[in-house]
């Protein structure tokens, strides 16, 4: 591994590109490869073992790709997957906590509501998180189906997903949520009508920045970051049909961007 390797990232569709932003505000010189899941998502609803071997398959395909660490932009995935991908891989994995710590630290009405699938709400990641935070807090989980499949299909704004966001913001706020955490990478695109159900009193808040934070001194810890003076480039592939991905992708990531068919070899299950 050398600081001019590129970074790989990967979620089970486009969610991880909120982190990517976040990675790119605070890392200008890297290059980042993305690989969006997209042919199987949505991982929530998928067994531990299916998310397991997702996730291996495509950390190879970014180690093939020569990677010197792999952020794990999928909160589901994490729950999953992170302790065997940190037992087969050498560099350095970053991976996703939901913003709980710093909602428990801020909040006013001692209330604060998660919106994250049913499959991370029951990781043992976030077990512990609740009896760590939620003796001072009260903490509800709410589970989401569906809200994945919409950013996947581009609607951020319509009536479909107004109407599922209502229905899992709601009943948080009738019990006095003041701060609600977006315990899934593909939540930050749907924040702006977020806070429009939710009203300017409640803080709506996502762990990308802190997890590109992360990513920034792990590498700085293993000698790893790129020449600062150079510019780095994206790359994107997904496991989804590209044509489709390409308009997107750009529409998330803000730029007219080329989105290439993840190989074959990181379709199959590897062992
Ligand atoms: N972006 C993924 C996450 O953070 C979505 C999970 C899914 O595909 O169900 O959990």
Redesign the pocket.
Known sequence: MSPADPIGVF???V??LSVLHEIRRALPAEDLLYVA?SGY??????SQQFIEDRSIAISEFLVSRNVKAIVV???????AAVTTLRSRFLMPIIA?EPAVKPAAESTKSGVIGVL??S??LASDNFVKLFARYGEDVEILGQACPGL?EQVEAGDLSGGKTRLLLAQYVLPLLERSADTIVL?????PFLAPLIQEISGPGVAVIDSAAAVARQLRRRLEVGDLLADESRVGAECFWTSGVPDKAKPLVSQLWKTNVEVYALPASAEHKLE
């Open positions: 979620d089970s569709g969610g991880g899941d998502a949505p991982y929530g609803d998928k932009a999928c909160n589901t995935a994490t729950g996703m994250a699938t499959r991370t994945v315990g899934c990478t593909h939540y």
